[in-house]
């Protein structure tokens, strides 16, 4: 079975452009979260999604970043225009229904961010 | 709010020794309490979880982690170190009402031979 994976491994942008990460979680996972970790800093929680619907997007920085999971597979999240304080890695995580209320996600390997 | 801290940003430990990554956490309600680990150039991967019962947790590859409620912390621990666990610890938790996991910064675990 395939696990959650993420693209591009690593991207390097100059500050004013886009990016767009994509992630394909397991299949048949209905939650899919969106989390970033900058500068060696703490894991932060980004947003949540149940199917095609965001349950939490609590965590999203401002409204240059923009997640989407249409048709309740892949998701996408683009940054647009990227700032220098944007670099960091982007991780993907998906899980099950009910592993969602214990915690256990999948991870992919993540997209690292560089923004010159 | 929940959060999650880890006081040290690298562990180092002699391979053979037993070893302990601390994290202590903040949580409205009963807290869900989870380890994981991320190996170079991986995903994170789960190790472990408190979420009722036994305070003592055992996971993945030999560790365990211990619930504390008086002292809010969920440490985790090896009795015997190995250098294949050299890797970024994640302590995390999440409060009954909310799905999403909070993390701690990490911890990275140095085992020498």
């Known amino acids: 079975e395939a696990g959650v994976t993420q693209f591009p491994s690593h991207s390097v942008i100059e500050k004013g452009q886009t990016v767009t990460l994509r992630c394909d979680p397991i299949?048949?996972?209905?939650?899919l979260y969106w989390y970033r970790r900058v500068m060696g800093k703490e894991i932060k929680f980004l947003l949540h999604?149940?199917?095609?619907?965001?349950?939490?997007e609590s965590g999203m920085p401002n409204n240059r970043f923009l997640a989407e999971r249409t048709g309740g597979t892949y998701s996408t999240l683009k940054v647009q225009p990227a700032e220098l304080e944007d670099s960091g890695v982007y991780f993907c995580?998906?899980?099950?229904?009910?592993?969602?209320?214990?915690?256990?996600?999948?991870f992919g390997e993540g997209s690292r961010l560089t923004v010159l | 709010a929940q959060s999650v801290a880890q006081p040290e940003d690298q562990v180092n430990v002699a391979e053979g020794n037993p070893l302990t990554v601390k994290c202590t956490y903040s949580v409205s309600g009963n807290p869900y309490l989870f380890w994981y680990v991320q190996y170079p150039n991986r995903g994170l991967q789960f190790l472990l979880k408190y979420i009722t019962g036994d305070n003592l947790v055992k996971g993945s590859y030999g560790f365990e982690a211990e619930f504390n409620k008086s002292q809010t912390s969920f440490h985790l621990k090896k009795p015997s170190a190995l250098v294949s666990d050299s890797a970024l610890y994640f302590c995390?938790?999440?409060?009954?009402?909310?799905?999403?996991?909070?993390f701690g910064s990490g911890t990275r675990l140095q085992v020498q031979p």
């Open positions: 999604f149940v199917k095609e619907s965001k349950q939490d």
């Open positions: 995580a998906s899980s099950q229904d009910l592993a969602a209320n214990t915690g256990e996600l999948f």
């Open positions: 299949s048949g996972h209905d939650n």
């Open positions: 995390a938790v999440k409060s009954t009402g909310r799905r999403a996991l909070t």
